[in-house]
RNA sequence: UGACCUAUGGUGUAAUGGUAACACACCAGUUUUUGGUUCUGGUUUUCUAGGUUCGAAUCCUGGUAGGUCAACCA
């Protein structure tokens, strides 16, 4: 992960740069990934995670794992392993697993200062009166009734709050600031509420939590943490970040926002990607289609491909939709390298060779990848009678179409050139099986023909051949944009996102397929080994297709 | 009609008062036993009006546009 420093800082390296210059932080920086347990984590947490690791390996500092586990209705332990797995496999390490609910008798002590302070206060007011003496953005709030309570009765009923006395609701706990503050998160905001429910991690112990901006801030204090990274709706809550720092006089850690990361023709809130699990929409957080860690995983994408395309988003502070096609082209990048090529046909229509002797097999040696040498062949078997792709056949071909037709010449990968001489149909019309002659000279690596073909087709001997069950994926959204959708967005998920071929042939060494490691189906995509294959049962999940050029030309 | 944030090609991101660049996308050509890859070239940019300055994408002022904030969510 070793990169040039040469290249041009972004906004948060180069405040972190000036810090070091400054001589700040001597024992270096401290930041940390902060993720709430309450679903699985998407490409725009890599976004954050690649941020937040990305600076502390840059700069030599370290970076901690924090759940922010403040609010006990919506977390679980499930979520937690899945985060932890999946940061991991985006290939960085923590510096130490941490809770917010581990705080939680520290935060309390802080609460009780402030109170000491004649800075908070326990409020009877419901849910409603308090929304309601909040004012709105242009209208001042108002004082609640009970703001002026004594340190002495606060502290006593703070106590009796954490005492399990009350129901929920009844009471809260907040923070005495400034009614009339044209920031909303100013006006008295709460600090602690009552909730009689049994947390992923302490369980019963508590029955009063801490907000998000009474906990936030002072974890990132308690742990030391230097910068203290999040998205940009948090910038209207800095002031309050920073105005419990200054009364608690604690370690002053500092906020700084970023745009957080869109994607074209996807979802990225986690409750419309919930939302499409509860519904069934998708097969579950790690369906291949989601914008998922898991679904991208899944779908066969790699690590490095996810770190190289938020390396090359870049970040700032505006609102910004990325094209889906960068993601595509990093994985792209990733496997044109590393994915060996192999044969397999989507559509198969049977090509007889008539020259070719009954019975025959040739063990035809194969590359595995042009682009890297070094990995060496592989043996293919040809023989008499193949697969073919049925579009890689015309019965009247245009005139740029290099491939197949009456009278016309192509090479078979690997082996030898044809020449269609005839075909044969159903009674549909389809073209039934297609009838060549090889030329026994062309032979792969020792072509004496002097013949030159433009096209190269791929094939799959049919009686050696595996058949296969093959998911191809589209995007989710038939929409650009997800960001104005609301609750209804699922009217706009693309009905053609996934499609399953059942019967796809592929060449006999698929049998060693392994769901680790990636291949390139010749002309046809990378593809990966899911999760549901079994070895009589082989599935792919295509995890991007190749650039089709073709498939351009024939729109015009 | 309050506070705050943001405006650079189709999409992102640089340029830190001194020739607007890089990537993706798109187009053309090259290479190729993958219509993939490679390589070469091309199209397309500083929201607006003033001001400061020898010089402004950059600094200042006004305007316009977009976004965030009024959860006992994070």
């Not at 499930?78 to 797995?85: G, L, T």
């Not at 505006?318 to 082209?329: G, H, Q």
């Not at 099986?433 to 190269?456: F, L, M, N, R």
Request: hydrophobic residues 35%.
């Amino acid at each position: 992960m070793e990169e040039s420093h040469s290249k041009s800082l972004n906004f948060l390296e180069e405040i972190v740069q000036d810090d070091l210059a400054a001589g700040k932080y001597p024992e270096g920086i401290f930041t940390r990934f902060p993720p709430e347990p309450n679903g699985y984590l998407h490409i725009g947490h890599a976004k954050s995670i690649c941020l937040n690791f990305g600076l502390a390996q840059r700069f030599g500092g370290r970076t901690n794992l924090r759940f922010d586990d403040t609010n006990p209705m919506t977390e679980e332990t499930e979520y937690v392993e899945s985060i932890k797995h999946d940061v991991s496999w985006l290939g960085f390490q923590w510096a130490n697993e941490l809770y917010a609910s581990n705080y939680f008798e520290q935060i309390y002590q802080f609460a009780v200062e402030l109170i000491q302070k004649s800075l908070a206060y326990v409020d009877d007011s419901s849910a409603e009166e308090i929304a309601t003496l909040k004012g709105t953005p242009t209208m001042p709030g108002t004082n609640s009734p009970f703001r002026d309570r004594s340190v002495a009765e606060n502290l006593a009923l703070f106590q009796a709050m954490r005492n399990g006395e009350y129901p929920d609701g009844a009471k809260v706990l907040r923070a005495k600031i400034d009614m009339a503050h044209p920031n909303m998160h100013m006006r008295d905001p709460l600090m602690y509420r009552i909730r009689h429910v049994p947390h992923h991690r302490t369980g019963n112990q508590w029955c009063i939590y801490p907000m998000y901006d009474f906990a936030h801030g002072q974890s990132d204090s308690m742990e030391g943490i230097t910068h203290s990274i999040c998205t940009l709706e948090f910038d209207v809550h800095r002031p309050l970040y920073d105005w419990f720092i200054h009364k608690l006089e604690i370690f002053p850690t500092h906020q700084y926002e970023f745009a957080r990361l869109n994607l074209s023709h996807t979802v990225m809130s986690k409750r419309k990607l919930l939302q499409m699990v509860n519904d069934k929409l998708v097969s579950g957080w790690d369906d291949p289609r989601m914008p998922t860690i898991s679904g991208l995983r899944r779908r066969g994408y790699t690590a490095a491909s996810i770190r190289n395309f938020c390396e090359r988003i870049g970040v700032a502070k505006r609102d910004n939709l990325i094209d889906i096609s960068l993601l595509e082209f990093c994985i792209r990048e990733d496997l044109n390298k590393s994915a060996d090529r192999v044969m397999a046909v989507m559509d198969p229509v049977k090509l007889i060779i008539t020259n070719y002797p009954d019975g025959q097999v040739e063990d035809l040696l194969i590359e595995n990848n042009p682009e890297d040498p070094e990995t060496g062949k592989r043996i293919v078997p040809f023989t008499k009678e193949l697969y073919i792709e049925r579009d890689d056949f015309m019965i009247e071909p245009p005139k740029k179409f290099f491939r197949l037709g009456p009278g016309l010449q192509v090479r078979l990968k690997g082996a030898y050139i044809i020449t269609c001489d005839q075909f044969e149909l159903h009674a549909d019309g389809s073209v039934k099986e297609i009838h060549a002659s090889y030329i026994p000279e062309s032979k792969s690596g020792q072509d004496t023909s002097g013949i030159h073909v433009k096209g190269t087709i791929h094939w799959v001997s049919i009686p050696h051949a595996i058949q296969a069950e093959v998911r191809l994926f589209d995007r989710l959204l038939i929409v650009e944009d997800a960001g104005e959708l609301g609750d209804d967005f699922t009217k706009f998920i693309n009905p053609e996102s996934l499609e399953v071929i059942n019967h796809v042939f592929v060449e006999p060494s698929l049998k060693q397929a392994n769901i680790e490691k990636a291949v390139q189906f010749i002309r046809k995509g990378y593809f990966c080994l899911d999760k549901d294959s079994t070895a009589e049962h082989l599935v792919f999940n295509r995890t991007v297709s190749l650039k089709d050029t073709w498939a351009k030309e024939q729109k015009k």
